[in-house]
């Protein structure tokens, strides 16, 4: 008697503690899963998982409380509501990590949509598994053994030792085992083929979370053995069994914790190798232009001579200073022109005021109108700031290197452009970063590091919101199922249908919050996305920058030929900035081939309305930023000379 005592206060005192841990990790873990990129079949079948570990934490926690003062089976009704709810559970708990296992197995090559039929046949295989192992130890054992033989921990060994007990003993690790074994077996098969073939990294993470559940469970398979060997349950083992199941929880939140620490390593790795491969191109290039001017000065020293002779001939030295002389001439006329201009624009001026009172008087209206929108999206944008401000922190980096840009093309001449952003969200993307993004799906969500669509939205906006202080912008995805090749729809719509962000970091919240949902889909189109532009620009008569972001599998490229030709005659510049691998299925050799050719080969369009450029990993902020804003000023100007904007 005081040795199953001691067994069951060990248990007891065992349960609470791996109990507290496990809880504490299960909360943890549902919250980090709710806001990560996911499979939504693996990430369904690990909240049940883990909502099946909580009610097992509590149920059987008292359970173990009332054993521990009782030392005996249940004697009332009352007393059987804890170690039901506990044994369904620990059977619910069995089941959804070896469906997991197998999910995991299944969508390796797959990023199904998670439906209503799925959901139902998930919870209809859990509840038929139950139902018989249920009516089997109902076969061979009297409910009030029964509730006692399916617990963790030792508390089978309360019921009587006959026969018939041993059988029930034998169903619930027989079963138990059967899983445990299943998801050891196949957990590891998706880890295989992702580093043979280089698939998902999304899916094979759950992989790694139900092998974990499969180690922690291996105290069951012990004492299955130890039952078989000597037809008792050891307490020690019951205790380890009881702990282990427990605190799995905890040991799943610390694997979270793992990958989000690997994967801010291998963000940090490539950003070191990136500035090691741009150290080696200054070198190579530094070399191959002293061998360049090495090879001019030998070739060009005679054109060289001939072309000062001519210089000499025509007084060259003595035209600089009058230049200098003319700019002068001109600083004094435009101060004489001064005051007459004042004087000319004074009476404008008082005519102007009346109307700007009232235009002043209708500006609470407006900004009543923006205050409702940023309450809306503050708590959205603050949560992504807090829960991920490593990510924002690079997002400021890429910011303050492309500050001086937004001054350069005002200097140039720029006025008001407004940007519209459009989205890639075919399912080329979940390929097409096998090379330049590790492995993983390229709209995948960090919260240590920005992935490469994050990177340019933060780079080009900010150099657009600089030239329009205060300005909002349309965000619109193409190529998911909803969409297809036909039409786009808004990242972001409010209560009153607007659906323009209200800056960079609502653009990235909202982006954060809906891109893990997204159904990839296909096939990819730029015509829709031109043609919204197209609309806008037209509706308003003000000039627009159509900001495209895409992995450059287009579908078919004499459509959005066609397209960016009939944009010309709006005043739309399109800047396309293609990451990740590009098309490599239809161009092994160049798999931006198709994009350089809609940006060169065009000769039907009134101006150079298209640019494409390509993001290569660790490239600077401002060298993207120029390279795909160089037709910026040039499109401002024809757009303006011909009257199409006012």
Not at 102 to 116: G, P, Q, S, V, Y
Not at 184 to 211: F, G, N, W
């Amino acid at each position: 008697f005081l040795s199953m005592a001691f067994q069951i206060g060990f248990e007891c005192v065992v349960s609470i503690i791996g109990g507290v841990f496990g809880l504490y990790g299960c909360v943890l873990v549902l919250n980090k899963e709710a806001k990560g990129t996911k499979n939504e079949h693996c990430s369904f079948l690990l909240r049940g998982v883990v909502i099946s570990l909580i009610i097992l934490t509590i149920f059987s926690t008292i359970e173990r409380f009332r054993l521990y003062y009782t030392n005996a089976l249940p004697d009332t009704w009352i007393g059987y509501v804890a170690p039901t709810i506990s044994m369904i559970f620990y059977q619910n708990l069995l089941i959804w990590v070896a469906m997991l296992a197998f999910a995991t197995l299944f969508e390796i090559r797959r990023n199904r949509k998670l439906t209503t039929g799925h959901i139902v046949g998930y919870f209809a295989i859990s509840m038929f598994l139950i139902g018989v192992m249920f009516l089997a130890e109902f076969l061979v054992t009297t409910f009030h053994n029964f509730v006692g033989i399916i617990q963790l921990g030792t508390e089978a060994t309360l019921t009587t030792a006959d026969g018939t007990n041993a059988n029930a003993i034998w169903l619930k690790y027989g079963f138990s085992a059967f899983l445990i074994l299943f998801t050891l077996i196949v957990s590891p098969i998706p880890l295989y083929l992702q580093r043979k073939e280089d698939d998902a990294k999304i899916t094979t993470q759950y992989a790694i979370y139900s092998l974990i559940f499969g180690y922690l469970f291996l105290p069951i398979l012990i004492n299955t053995c130890v039952f078989a060997h000597d037809k008792t349950i050891n307490g020690f083992m019951g205790a380890v069994e009881c702990f282990c199941t427990l605190i799995s929880g905890f040991a799943l939140c610390v694997a979270f914790r793992d990958e989000e620490e690997k994967e801010e390593g291998e963000e940090k790795k490539g950003e070191k190798e990136g500035e090691k491969e741009e150290e080696a191109e200054t070198l190579i290039k530094k070399e191959g232009k002293a061998e360049e001017n090495t090879q001019n000065t030998e070739t060009q020293k005679p054109e060289h001579k001939k072309e000062q002779q001519i210089l000499n001939m025509f007084g060259s030295n003595k035209k600089k200073p009058e230049v200098k002389k003319t700019e002068e001439t001109t600083k004094v006329e435009t101060h004489k022109q001064e005051p007459e201009k004042k004087a000319e624009e004074e009476p404008k001026k008082k005519e102007e005021e009346p109307k700007k009172k009232e235009e002043e008087s209708k500006q609470p209206e407006k900004t009543e109108e923006v205050t409702t929108i940023k309450a809306e999206t503050k708590a959205l944008v603050s949560e992504m700031m807090s829960d991920a401000s490593k990510a924002m922190d690079k997002l400021n980096d890429l910011q303050s290197e492309v500050k001086h840009i937004s001054d350069e093309f005002k200097q140039k001449g720029l006025g008001e452009t407004r940007m519209i952003l459009a989205i890639d969200c075919t399912a080329s993307n979940q390929y097409c970063g096998k090379k330049s993004f590790n492995n993983k799906h390229l709209h995948t969500v960090s919260k240590v590091g920005l992935n490469f669509y994050e990177q340019v939205i933060g780079i080009m906006g900010s150099i657009i919101h600089e030239i329009n202080p205060g300005a909002s912008f349309p965000v619109y995805l193409f190529g998911d199922k909803s969409t297809k090749d036909h039409s786009v729809r808004p990242l972001y719509k409010d209560l009153d249908g607007n659906h323009h962000c209200s800056s960079i970091e609502h653009i990235l919240a909202e982006y954060r919050q809906k891109i893990p949902t997204t159904d990839w889909s296909g096939p990819t189109s730029f015509k829709p996305t031109i043609e919204r532009a197209i609309e806008l620009a037209d509706e308003t008569k003000k000039f627009h920058l159509l900001l495209i972001i895409g992995d450059g599998a287009v579908t078919t490229i004499q459509e959005n030929a066609e397209a960016i030709v009939k944009a010309s005659e709006y005043p739309v510049l399109i800047v396309m900035i293609g990451v990740g691998d590009g098309d490599f299925k239809e161009y092994p050799d160049d798999p931006w081939q198709g994009m350089r050719l809609l940006d060169s080969e065009l000769k039907e369009r009134k101006f150079d309305n298209f640019t494409f450029v390509q993001y290569k990993k660790n490239m600077k902020a401002d060298e993207l930023a120029k390279e795909a804003l160089r037709e910026l000023p040039n499109a401002f100007e024809h757009c303006k000379s011909t009257g199409l904007i006012k």
